[in-house]
């Protein structure tokens, strides 16, 4: 249910924060650019600000060097969807809501404003609920 996928949304994001602050992020053993064992060293980390059916985090992102091929890469917590604002607990609510076939972009989109912040729903695009359609369903 919705409300499961939020419990487990905030536990995992509180969890991931508690690890950063004390430190227990655990670089993974190979490079996935080149693929190298034992290559990676820590970068540097940016701040990024993710909306989740639970609220609005700002979520530090540890970088990662990899001292063979001389690439950068963000190290992207399990509840994030790259490159993208919104955590995979709102594209899951969405995409759900769509293949049920019973929904409108535009019913899925005040469906989603009731668990968002009216901050955050009011400025909710129902373009972006069509993209995720066409990017996560075979519909």
Not at 23 to 49: F, M, N, Q, V
Not at 120 to 138: A, E, G, P, V
Request: aromatic share 12%.
């Amino acid at each position: 249910s919705t409300i499961d996928i939020l419990q487990q949304t905030e536990r995992k994001i509180k969890k991931y924060l508690n690890d950063v602050e004390n430190k227990r992020i655990e670089k993974p053993e190979y490079c996935e650019i080149c693929g190298k064992k034992d290559t990676l060293s820590w970068h540097a980390k940016y701040i990024r600000r993710i909306m989740a059916l639970c609220g609005t985090y700002q979520i530090p992102i540890k970088r990662l060097y990899c001292n063979s091929c001389k690439h950068t890469f963000a190290l992207i917590p399990e509840f994030i969807e790259k490159f993208k604002h919104y955590g995979k607990d709102v594209i899951k609510f969405v995409i759900d809501k769509l293949k049920s076939g019973k929904n409108t972009l535009e019913e899925v989109a005040e469906k989603l404003g009731q668990f968002l912040s009216v901050e955050i729903s009011d400025r909710f695009s129902i373009l972006t609920i069509y993209n995720w359609k066409n990017q996560y369903c075979k519909i």
